[in-house]
Antibody, heavy 120, light 107 residues
């Protein structure tokens, strides 16, 4: 059974960089046919797609965040990571990692989510 | 970006009721639509994809239909565990975008 687990700092100061990692178990992130995404949800609000990375290392980012986002993969550790720079209070959210299809970007496996608060 | 608009934003229903939630895209999405269920404090759960294909393990009381810009999620007989918030998501074009959610509450 595939499992995804987010980890990282839960409190980030304004203007700093948010860093999260998603550890994948029960399957290889290097196997083809899937995309690996980050999705966030501000408290009490809806879902926003941040970006995804393929096993090849190709990345796609939401244009609204593109200038601040980097998603990378570490195949040796079977994990992928998110960095979001120059954060503000508007970046406070629960951050989820999720698996989608390579062509069908519906997300069938999700991490439990981690709350990141941006505050001084 | 393709805008996804769900209606209603919330509804109250009783156990056993038939419930319908609508999702409208700002342009045609060729059935590239998924539905999710989210309970408080939990990650979303995939219910359907390709507008009408049931994800493995999801009860058959959930169904989806639609075409072009208009899509529907139907719960044929609402069960106690179905009280949650439901989201649609298009994956026809990047960035994938979600509807604002429909909260299904107990009447």
């Amino acid at each position: 059974q595939l499992q995804l687990q987010e980890s990282g700092s839960g409190l980030v100061k304004p203007s700093q960089t948010l860093s999260l990692t998603c550890a994948v178990s029960g399957g290889s992130i290097s196997s083809g046919g899937y995309s690996w995404s980050w999705i966030r949800q501000p408290p009490g609000k809806g879902l926003e797609w941040i970006g995804y990375i393929y096993h090849s290392g190709s990345t796609y980012y939401n244009p609204s965040l593109k200038s601040r986002v980097t998603i990378s993969v570490d195949r040796s550790k079977n994990q992928f990571s998110l960095k979001l720079s120059s954060v503000t209070a508007a970046d406070t959210a629960v951050y989820y990692c999720a698996r989608g299809g390579e062509l069908v970007h519906a997300y069938d496996y999700w991490g439990q989510g981690t709350l990141v608060t941006v505050s001084s | 970006d393709i805008q996804m608009t769900q209606s209603p934003s919330s509804l109250s229903a009783s156990v056993g009721d038939r419930v319908t939630i609508t999702c409208r895209a700002s342009q045609g999405i060729s059935n590239s639509l998924a539905w999710y269920q989210q309970k408080p404090g939990k990650a979303p759960k995939l219910l359907l994809y390709a507008a009408s294909r049931l994800e493995s393990g999801v009860p058959s009381r959930f169904s989806g239909s639609g075409s072009g810009t208009d899509y529907t999620l139907t719960i044929s007989s609402l069960q106690p565990e179905d009280f949650a918030t439901y989201y649609c998501q298009q994956y026809y074009s990047t960035p994938p975008t979600f509807g604002q959610g429909t909260k299904v509450e107990i009447k």
